[in-house]
T-cell receptor, first 115, second 116 residues
């Protein structure tokens, strides 16, 4: 009974390619997020969606495009991958964005390596 | 501006020692929330605790305890009688009540190594 799942867990690809990471939550939450964890373990918000609506876009390059087909899914598509995109990407969800008190549940992460 | 600082990058202790992980935050909001997450070597992020800015009561959960002090903008985490399984990276995080979309602002993390 995985609460927040991501696929794939590992992604190795060449510079310039386009790739997608999928995220699904079965918690019935309204809000979903993408975070990036760099090689120094620093975690930073990228996007936040509430009921399929984009709420936060934290100055992420246009090559990154999130898509939320429904409130249980938030996918991340990355165009023209660069070496600096190598990181672990975490999806998360929370009950709703109107209450930042709600804990965020994180997926297992997707380790992206760009060669 | 919002910011979370975990000044200790790495801490190494021997099993059964007590260890405190420091967290200092900055925010202009009067209502905010603080969290601790654990990231074990397996990589997942595990929620440990949350605290709102109006509740300065310390909390204890088994070997874990948290000390929230608004006067010093700190939310420190103590592990009593540490165990090897406590080895992980620990993150302190801040969320502001009226922030944009409930985002978490994380500190840099403290890597705790507990040796047998």
């Amino acid at each position: 009974d995985t609460a927040v799942s991501q696929t794939p867990k590992y992604l190795v690809t060449q510079m310039g390619n386009d790739k997608s990471i999928k995220c699904e939550q079965n918690l019935g939450h309204d809000t979903m997020y993408w975070y990036k964890q760099d090689s120094k373990k620093f975690l930073k918000i990228m996007f936040s969606y509430n009921n399929k609506e984009l709420i936060i876009n934290e100055t992420v390059p246009n090559r990154f495009s999130p898509k939320s087909p429904d409130k249980a899914h938030l996918n991340l598509h990355i165009n023209s991958l660069e070496l600096g995109d190598s990181a672990v990407y975490f999806c998360a969800s929370s009950q709703d964005r109107t209450s930042p008190y709600n804990e965020q549940f994180f997926g297992p992460g997707t380790r992206l390596t760009v060669l | 501006a919002q910011k979370v600082t975990q000044a200790q990058t790495e801490i190494s202790v021997v099993e059964k020692e007590d260890v405190t992980l420091d967290c200092v935050y900055e925010t202009r909001d009067t209502t905010y929330y603080l969290f601790w997450y654990k990231q074990p070597p397996s990589g997942e992020l595990v929620f440990l605790i949350r605290r709102n800015s109006f509740d300065e009561q310390n909390e204890i959960s088994g070997r874990y305890s948290w000390n929230f002090q608004k006067s010093t903008s700190s939310f420190n985490f103590t592990i009593t009688a540490s165990q090897v399984v406590d080895s992980a990276v620990y993150f302190c995080a801040l969320s502001e009540a009226f922030n944009q979309g409930g985002k978490l602002i994380f500190g840099q993390g403290t890597e705790l190594s507990v040796k047998p």
